[in-house]
């Protein structure tokens, strides 16, 4: 296991066209759940998460291995509007868990963990 902090996510807009309204975003006052492709079953740990800088980082323990992900949020949303890019601004949501995937992120530039 290495502690690692890395950008989660940053506000722009992703390949969908989807912009997440970071100030609008509701951060649980406790730990969240890291799990691997967005399966529940596959919790990697449990990791602080928070904003800083005008983006939200997570910080905890990752097995080495995959340090190679690409992190990602799940959220639940609440409000949203269509944009100009053809997506949705996400003006309302709840954050539930940090994911890392193989895949990368909608937004490209949010890079695999290793790479931050």
């Not at 506000?11 to 649980?28: A, Y």
């Not at 406790?30 to 910080?59: Q, R, T």
Request: aromatic share 4%; glycine share 8%; proline share 5%.
């Amino acid at each position: 296991m290495k502690k690692v902090k890395f950008i989660v996510e940053n506000g722009n807009v992703d390949s969908d066209g989807n912009v997440i309204k970071l100030d609008g975003l509701t951060i649980p006052d406790k730990k969240i759940l890291l799990i691997k492709d967005f399966d529940a079953s596959k919790a990697i740990s449990k990791v602080d998460v928070y904003k800083e800088d005008g983006v939200l980082k997570a910080e905890g323990e990752i097995p080495e291995e995959l340090l190679t992900g690409f992190p990602a949020v799940g959220i639940q949303i609440i409000k949203s509007e269509p944009n100009e890019h053809g997506g949705r601004n996400v003006l309302e949501a709840k954050l539930y868990s940090v994911s890392l995937c193989q895949q990368p992120n909608a937004d490209p530039s949010i890079k695999r963990v290793s790479e931050q």
